[in-house]
C-alpha cells in the first residue's frame, strides 16, 4: 500500500527556515513520478488543509498562504518530494503530511484533502515560535 515517511519538522523562530522531507515507506515500491504528490497540514484545532502538490509533469500548485514563501520540488535520485519552507510564521505551526493522488485530472491544482491514494503517514511536527 502506497505509504509516506515524513520528516524534516522541529522549531523555528518566526521568519525561519525548514524543508520537509516525504520519502516512500519501506513498503512502498512505487516510483513516486507516476503520482501527484501533495503536502498537506493540520494545526491544532483545525481541519487539515492543502499546502501544495506537484504533478507528474512537475508542475507546482500552492494554496495561497504557501505562494512565495514555499517550494515543493522532487529529487528523482532520493524518490522523495520535498517542501522547502521560508519565512515561516506561527501561523504555519501544525503536522505536515505528504499524500499521492492521481496524476491527471483537478486533484492537484486543487490541492484535495480528499481522494488520497494509500494512506496517511505519521506526519512531522513543525513548530513556529520565538
Known amino acids: 500500500q502506497l505509504q509516506f515517511v515524513e520528516s524534516g519538522g522541529g522549531l523555528v523562530q518566526p521568519g525561519g527556515s525548514l524543508t520537509l522531507s516525504c520519502a516512500a515507506s519501506?513498503?512502498?515500491?512505487?516510483?513516486?513520478?507516476?503520482?501527484?504528490i501533495s503536502w498537506f497540514r493540520q494545526a491544532p484545532g483545525k481541519a487539515t488543509e492543502g499546502v501544495a502538490c506537484?504533478?507528474?509533469?512537475?508542475?507546482?500548485y500552492y494554496k495561497e498562504f504557501a505562494e512565495g514563501r514555499f517550494t515543493i520540488s522532487r529529487d528523482k535520485a532520493k524518490n522523495t518530494v520535498n517542501l522547502q519552507m521560508n519565512s515561516l510564521k506561527p501561523e504555519d505551526t501544525g503536522v505536515y503530511y505528504c499524500?499521492?493522488?492521481?496524476?491527471?485530472?483537478?486533484?492537484?491544482?486543487?490541492?484535495?484533502?480528499?481522494?488520497?491514494?494509500?494512506?496517511w503517514g505519521q506526519g512531522t511536527q513543525v513548530t513556529v515560535s520565538s
Open positions: 506537484i504533478g507528474t509533469d512537475r508542475t507546482q
Open positions: 499524500a499521492a493522488g492521481p496524476g491527471v485530472g483537478m486533484w492537484c491544482p486543487s490541492i484535495r484533502v480528499a481522494g488520497i491514494i494509500g494512506s
Open positions: 519501506e513498503f512502498t515500491l512505487d516510483d513516486l513520478d507516476e503520482y501527484s
